[in-house]
């Protein structure tokens, strides 16, 4: 258990829905950061949150958006799904003097759009 | 961030050394080199990181050329549970925890028994 915890584990929807995937970071960690990963694709960068604001975005579509809240949890919303969402979506969360030794991931979300 | 290269696939027997290579040509002054891996489907772990002296820790080595240009994670004795995608990240680093990291494609290490 890395001390990231994503919910659901997995998630099966149709074209057209929206979801939501949430993300716990570790305790006392204070940025999230949101990436996707399709099949037999590298990892691409969304979004990160730092203590409740964005601070950094990368290759989100509009029809994904992510907050993060103030007891640090981050939720992902992605709407108007289509069958190329389907992904392992993966939060990886950091602390304050933790830059040095990494990222902590939790072990993702598998969405499958049908 | 600087751009690494990294061979696509390696092969590797099982309790020999995995030596996994990473040309960063364009690397600065103060960027640091890490390396994290993927184990089927899983989230990434970070590995080791180094800015311009040899680094080893319990999971691997790493060595970084005198000119910084290239670096090698070594796994001194691999098992098939080292079987995994590894990525050589090259990035500036603090320590403040807020920066993203910038996955490449990495290398896919499959230990042989």
């Known amino acids: 258990d890395s001390g990231v915890t994503q919910t659901p584990k997995h998630l099966i929807t149709a074209t057209g829905q929206r979801v939501t995937l949430r993300c716990s970071p570790r305790s006392g960690d204070l940025s999230v950061y949101w990436y996707q990963q399709s099949l037999d694709q590298g990892l691409q960068f969304l979004i990160q949150y730092y203590n409740g604001e964005e601070r950094a975005k990368g290759n989100i579509l509009e029809r994904f958006s992510a907050q993060q809240f103030p007891d640090l949890h981050s939720e992902l919303n992605l709407s108007s799904l289509e069958l190329g969402d389907s992904a392992l979506y993966f939060c990886a969360s950091s602390a304050p003097g933790q830059g040095f030794y990494g990222y902590t991931f939790g072990s993702g979300t598998r969405l499958t759009v049908v | 961030d600087a751009k690494t290269t990294q061979p696509p696939s390696m092969d590797c027997a099982e309790g020999r050394a995995a030596n996994l290579p990473c040309n960063h040509s364009?690397?600065?002054?103060?960027?640091?080199v890490y390396w994290y891996r993927q184990i089927h489907s899983q989230g990434p772990q970070y590995i080791i990181h180094g800015l311009k002296n040899n680094e080893t820790n319990e999971m691997a080595s790493l060595i970084i050329t005198e000119d910084r240009k290239s670096s090698t994670l070594i796994l001194p004795h691999a098992t098939l549970r080292d079987t995994a995608v590894y990525y050589c990240?090259?990035?500036?680093?603090?320590?403040?925890?807020?920066?993203?990291?910038?996955f490449g494609t990495g290398t896919r290490l499959t230990i042989i028994p």
């Open positions: 990240i090259v990035r500036v680093s603090s320590n403040f925890g807020n920066e993203k990291l910038t």
């Open positions: 364009t690397i600065s002054g103060n960027e640091y």
